[in-house]
């Protein structure tokens, strides 16, 4: 098997609760994470390799039928099963050995809120998913972090890769809170 990145286990954050500055804990906010899982509409297993129940988030939608969470003894990386779905706001720092390690795991892997420079520069980072048979299916251009998580001045999306070749489809959601997309352009 080609392994492009070394399986590195994250840090478990600083134990001060959910919303540490120095660690990859940064749990979305339960309204927007609920918008994405709706919008994909995600059935029969549906993993949320980055947060354990009671978190919110994510992994408080009723789609999710499965979870890891390391700070819980829950490692991703010791996943070995399939999920017709991951969906996830993924460790910033080991981003590239989460969506490889979804990828490996899943025919349908939903990163957000991401940078898109987290996800695409570097020859490695764009080559993994073409070589491992992955499309992205859409993009959804978010206007800017939900609060409580940190405003970095940076352009965030909701990334959707899937196994099935179609059309890459753009979404603009200018202001999530609205309920509805305010935009789409193909």
């Not at 892997?109 to 993994?128: D, E, Q, S, Y």
Request: proline residues 8%; aromatic residues 14%; negative net charge.
């Amino acid at each position: 098997m080609n392994t492009y990145y070394k399986q590195k286990k994250h840090a478990s954050g600083d134990g001060e609760g959910k919303y540490s500055k120095y660690s990859d804990v940064w749990m979305t906010p339960t309204d927007i994470a609920h918008k994405i899982v709706d919008h994909f509409k995600p059935s029969g297993v549906v993993l949320e390799p980055a947060a354990a129940p009671g978190d919110g988030g994510f992994i408080s939608h009723p789609a999710f039928t499965d979870w890891c969470e390391v700070r819980q003894g829950k490692d991703f990386f010791d996943w070995t099963e399939h999920a017709d779905w991951i969906i996830t706001n993924p460790p910033y720092s080991i981003v590239a050995q989460f969506l490889e390690h979804a990828f490996r795991h899943s025919n349908n892997v939903v990163f957000g809120p991401v940078k898109i420079n987290a996800l695409g520069t570097g020859r490695k980072r764009f080559r993994m998913p073409i070589e491992l048979g992955f499309y992205i299916r859409e993009i959804i251009l978010l206007p800017k972090l939900p609060p409580p998580m940190p405003q970095t001045g940076f352009q965030y999306f909701v990334i959707h890769w899937s196994k099935e070749e179609d059309d890459t489809k753009w979404t603009n959601w200018t202001d999530y809170k609205k309920g509805g997309d305010d935009g789409t352009c193909s």
